[in-house]
Structures are given as C-alpha cells and as structure tokens.
C-alpha cells in the first residue's frame, strides 16, 4: 500500500510531498513528521528506500506507507495528555510521533506480537532520546511497549482516549476494539480494506467514518491447543509520575520558553550566498561595414557570444546543483541544554535534567 506521491531524497523533502497531496494538514502532525526522521527505523542498507510512499517489510519488521501514517495521525486527532494505544505497534515509529504531541502527562502504550520486534522498538526509542537533535524541542510520553496478542488483552484492561490498529480487523473483532475506548474516544483501524474512524458518542453509540482505502494483512489470531488458555496481554499501569520527573518536566519548559522568547524574530538558520554564475564566452571576427563619408568600407571588428551554447546552458545547471549542494547550514545551537548546562547544580543532577543526553 503506498505510493500516492512522489518519493522524497530525505524526510523533509518525504514531507514535502505528503504536504503538497493533502495527506498532511495539521501543523502539530507536520512538527512530528519532521522531527522523526522515518530513515532511522529502517534497517541498515534499506534506508534509501525509507523516503519512498511505501510499506516495508523485513522479516517481522514493518512499517505502513507514509501517506497511511499521514492518515492514521490526522484521524486520531491527538491533544496533549491523552491516553494512547497502538495494537501492532511494530517499530514504534508512530508511537513516538504520538508522544511528541500528547506529551509528558499522556498515557502512550504499544502491543507488539513479535518479541524481536519489540526489542528493536525499544533500541529505536533509546537511540531517539539519547541522540535526536528533535528530543530537546518537545515535552515527551515516552511509548512503552509488551509482547502479546492484541486480542488476548485482560478483560479488566483501562480504557484509552485514542487507539490505533496496525493490522486488518474482522468484523467479528470490532467490537472488541470498540470496548477497549472511552467514551469520547477515537478509534482509527482498517476493517474490510478500508481505513476507518470510529468515535465513541455514548455507552452504546459509535459514529463511522471511512478515510481511505487500504490493504492491511489480517490480526493474527492466537493458534491454541484443545483446552490450552491464551495467554493474556496485561496492558502496563497507569501510573502517576514521581516528584523528581515533575520537577525535570517543568524546569525544562520554563528553560524552553525562555529560549523560545529571546528567539523570537532572530535567525536561526543561516546561508551562505550562492555563488554567482559565470558563463564561458569566445571572441569571434566577424565582417561588417561602415560609412566612412559616402563610402562604404568593409571592417573587422570583435564580438562576444557563448562557447557551445548547449553545453553552457548543461554546465550552468549543474553548477547551480554544486552551488546548492555547497550552501552551508550552520548548526543550531542546542538552547536548551546550554542553559542545563549553566545552572549552578551538581553534574549529577545536570545529566538528568538532561535525560544522560551526550549531545
């Protein structure tokens, strides 16, 4: 599934084009795109492929096209401090782009089949906050993830205020799902080849909504022998943060603001000048005549005109290519970290505000 715009050659340009097709068209949704760069969840010697409107797949490891993410994050129509559950939560690319926008007071919890593939979503989400220049722009809830069946989660199981699936619903499960949402609740899942949006108006109500087609593979169901239980997913607490993690949150928001007001109206980025382009040209004799009185007398005189106009015109552009290929971003300043950095506190209690961040 995938493919309904161009191929990007990195994220922001993937972006780009997801903008341009309307497949993106929240601000808050166009903030988590770009600060998660979809190549860092492919394996290595793939990621060229990673910038591609298309589904992947390597053994266990998947990942949806990037127009169906597109879809899925505008349906669930996310806030901060929401509750989050993602079925199928593969590499926990989306639920990280989730915590970005729910932030550090939501509930953001990811089931996962296959233990290889958990393991590998939480070595993506170490990488992601040890080393992302985006980690330190956001308030973060950070995902956590267990092993087991989507349909075999505890009866007594929380509720959530948004719920994603990542696979290809039956009928006969739908109202399984529906259970696991709060009243007021959004639901985003592909049932019979078609994404839908499923909102809970009431106990008993729901309201529909088809988004776009799709083709998912089926929920894998839970093969079990004759009398055997399955075995039940207990979904992670609830729980409440610590007085420590509180104090974390709020002096890196007020740091954050801070920064963000003596920022306002400076240049963050800057350019280098392109360079100007000079064109090669030959002197060539040419005859021509002048009126000397009532004469008409031949003269030779010298004229400029582009040497192998064709090859001029192919040699501009392709230093017009250099010239954007040599445009020079500085780096930003990590504002926040230097602050972190200045306060008059142990090195201890530095490195944690700092989440033990090296960078």
């Given at each position: 599934m995938?493919?309904?715009?161009?191929?990007?050659?990195?994220?922001?340009?993937?972006?780009?084009?997801?903008?341009?097709?309307?497949?993106?068209?929240?601000?808050?949704v166009e903030q988590a795109f770009r600060a998660i760069d979809r190549g860092d969840?492919?394996?290595?010697?793939?990621?060229?492929?990673?910038?591609?409107?298309?589904?992947?797949?390597h053994g266990n490891i998947h990942l949806?096209?990037?127009?169906?993410?597109?879809e899925v994050m505008e349906a669930l129509k996310l806030q901060p401090a929401l509750s989050f559950l993602n079925l199928g939560s593969g590499t926990g690319y989306l639920s990280t782009m989730v915590g970005l926008i729910i932030g550090?007071?939501?509930?953001?919890?990811?089931?996962?089949?296959?233990?290889?593939?958990?393991?590998?979503?939480?070595?993506?989400?170490?990488?992601?906050?040890?080393?992302?220049?985006?980690?330190?722009?956001?308030?973060?809830?950070e995902p956590v993830f267990v092993v087991g069946n989507c349909l075999e989660i505890a009866t007594d199981s929380h509720q959530y205020d948004r719920i994603y699936c990542g696979a290809g619903v039956q009928k006969d499960h739908e109202n399984y799902m529906k259970v696991l949402l709060k009243i007021g609740g959004i639901l985003v899942m592909p049932i019979e080849d078609q994404l839908t949006q499923i909102t809970r108006t009431g106990q008993c109500t729901w309201e529909s909504k088809?988004?776009?087609?799709?083709?998912?593979?089926p929920l894998v169901q839970q093969s079990r022998a004759d009398?055997?239980?399955?075995?039940?997913?207990?979904?992670?607490?609830?729980?409440?943060?610590?007085?420590?993690?509180?104090s974390r949150i709020y002096i890196r928001r007020t740091l954050r603001n801070l920064a963000n007001e003596d920022s306002q109206g400076k240049e963050t980025v800057q350019r280098v000048p392109q360079k100007r382009k000079r064109r090669r040209c030959r002197r060539r004799r040419i005859n021509t005549y002048v009126f000397v009185g009532n004469q008409l007398i031949p003269?030779?005189?010298e004229s400029e005109e582009e040497e192998h106009p064709e090859e001029a015109h192919k040699e501009v552009e392709e230093e017009e290519e250099r010239d954007i290929g040599d445009i020079e971003i500085l780096k930003q300043v990590n504002v926040l970290r230097d602050q972190i950095m200045?306060?008059?506190?142990?090195?201890?209690?530095?490195?944690?505000?700092?989440?033990?961040?090296?960078?």
């Open positions: 995938g493919g309904a715009v161009s191929a990007g050659e990195d994220n922001d340009d993937l972006i780009d084009n997801l903008k341009e097709a309307q497949y993106i068209r929240t601000e808050k969840y492919y394996l290595d010697g793939y990621r060229d492929s990673a910038y591609k409107d298309l589904a992947w797949k949806s096209a990037p127009c169906i993410y597109s550090p007071f939501g509930v953001n919890h990811g089931v996962e089949l296959h233990k290889d593939v958990v393991e590998y979503a939480r070595e993506k989400l170490d990488d992601f906050i040890k080393n992302s220049d985006s980690f330190d722009k956001f308030e973060f809830c088809n988004i776009l087609a799709v083709s998912f593979a009398g055997e239980k399955p075995d039940t997913v207990q979904l992670p607490p609830v729980t409440v943060r610590s007085l420590q993690d509180l003269q030779m005189v200045a306060l008059p506190l142990p090195e201890s209690l530095k490195a944690y505000l700092l989440y033990y961040r090296e960078k």
